[in-house]
């Protein structure tokens, strides 16, 4: 066929491969500019490297962090999704964030900003025996983990933790007020200032192991669903910001990540202005019932197409190795960093089926998938189904095709979200 589309993906550590791959396969040109030279080797074999604009493509942020870049090609007359100043800063800036909510209404915890230990140690100390989440701020943010404590003496024994890990000086953090409750993301997509329709919903787990112990990787696993419900509370919420994707003409992905409380008050927590690992690969590979390529164009040049998913639920299962999800965490302390073996063969995985695995850190070699290496993210395995049992028992039968030594995932997930949305149903939030 000739190709309509053409598109540059710019990412920092190759996340956008399994885009790519889905983009290839509909037969559009593509390729991948990957900055960071511990991921370069993803997509070897499968997809094309390199940044030059002469064809003037469309080009896609599979990550924020590079905004003065696409503005600056968006304003020479290119065309981008995803990916802008405005867009990192609502990720990378928690004040300027929490501004958004309160301007527009939406309800958040309670949380105190502090640049000294010791004014941090001194607000605990007058507030009584309270839970409270401390969030990294500015250079930090991103790169040391949030921390629940379980009441106010553990967080000063993590205070001086952290303090370790940050030093006493150019310090940025908070510490936010824990609710109790069920946590759950709704996004919408938006095309040059207007929200299409429908929204989304995901349930997420973050940590390593079962029974959600251990290190966080950022996601282990996740449940997405279209939500068409015309009364739900979750997305009156995130339709509140309808004037603000319209006054910055925003065209991408918008999540806004909640927690419902017992008492079914929601609370917004954060936003994630791009797409969301893994509930980007779940939703693209479970959900998603067209031409992905052509829906990106259609929205890149203004127009305002719907948004075409199944009804259903995808299931995502993040598969890994060592040593995430530390990795480099150790740098920071001066001890030997370990990375993720590469060349590691992955059998069972072929063309075949590679509609229902997202890659990150696959390559190609002499006709045989293999580890690119780099953190030890293999990819997520989707399944889709009328409801969540279905959708888990689809990605599963996917992480069983793929023989790898020392593969790492989590087997509770459809237990846990089963869970979560028997919790939210008590509270009325979702029907």
């Known amino acids: 066929m000739e190709h309509e589309v053409s598109f540059l993906i710019l990412s ?7 885009m790519a791959l889905r983009l290839k396969a509909e037969g559009h040109d593509v390729s991948m500019w990957i900055r960071d030279p511990e991921a370069e080797r993803r997509g070897e074999g499968l997809i094309e490297k390199g940044h030059s604009l002469h064809l003037l493509p469309m080009m896609i942020a599979d990550c924020t962090g590079s905004g003065a870049l696409l503005d600056s090609y968006r304003n020479s007359g290119g065309r981008t999704f995803n990916g802008s100043q405005l867009q990192d800063k609502l990720e990378q800036d928690r004040s300027f964030a929490s501004s958004i909510f309160k301007r527009y209404k939406l309800k958040e915890p309670k949380a105190t900003e502090f640049t000294s230990w010791d004014e941090a140690k001194n607000f605990l100390a007058g507030n009584g025996d309270k839970t409270y989440v401390f969030k990294p701020e500015g250079k930090h943010s991103g790169s040391i983990p949030s921390y629940v404590s379980s009441n106010s003496d553990d967080m000063l024994f993590m205070l001086d933790h952290f303090k370790g890990l940050i030093g006493e000086h150019d310090i940025e953090f908070l510490l936010q007020e824990f609710i109790k409750g069920t946590c759950i993301s709704t996004e919408i997509w938006a095309s040059h200032g207007k929200i299409l329709i429908p929204t989304n919903h995901t349930l997420e787990r973050k940590q390593l ?17 279209v939500c068409r419900e015309t009364d739900c509370p979750l997305c009156e919420q995130v339709s509140k910001l309808a004037p603000f994707v319209e006054e910055h003409n925003y065209t991408g992905c918008l999540d806004v990540n909640s927690v419902v409380s017992t008492e079914g008050d929601i609370y917004a927590l954060e936003f994630t202005p791009r797409f969301g690992y893994d509930a980007f690969p779940t939703l693209l590979y479970g959900l998603f019932d067209g031409n992905f390529g052509e829906f990106i164009g259609a929205c890149c040049r203004g127009e305002s197409p719907e948004l075409p998913l199944k009804d259903g639920v995808a299931a995502g299962v993040r598969i890994s190795t060592a040593p995430w999800p530390s990795g480099d965490s150790n740098a920071k302390s001066g001890a030997q960093v370990h990375h993720a073996e590469s060349g590691l ?30 953190y030890g993210t293999i990819g997520v395995a989707v399944g889709f189904g009328s409801d969540i049992t279905e959708a888990f028992e689809e990605a599963y039968k996917m992480v069983d ?22 919790r939210l149903k008590r509270t009325a939030v979702l029907v």
């Not at 920092?12 to 399994?18: I, Q, T, V, Y």
């Not at 079962?210 to 990787?217: A, L, T, Y």
């Open 345 to 374: 063969p992955l059998r069972g995985l072929r063309y075949s089926n590679l509609d229902g695995f997202y890659a990150y850190e696959v390559s190609l070699q002499e006709d045989t998938f293999i580890t690119s290496g780099g």
């Open 12 to 18: 920092e550590g190759g996340d956008g491969l399994g």
């Open 209 to 225: 192991m079962n029974g959600d112990i251990g290190p966080s990787g950022g996601c282990t696993g996740n449940a997405v669903w």
């Open 401 to 422: 095709k793929i023989k790898l030594p020392e593969k790492q995932y989590r087997t509770d997930l459809e237990e846990v979200f089963k869970k979560d949305l028997t």
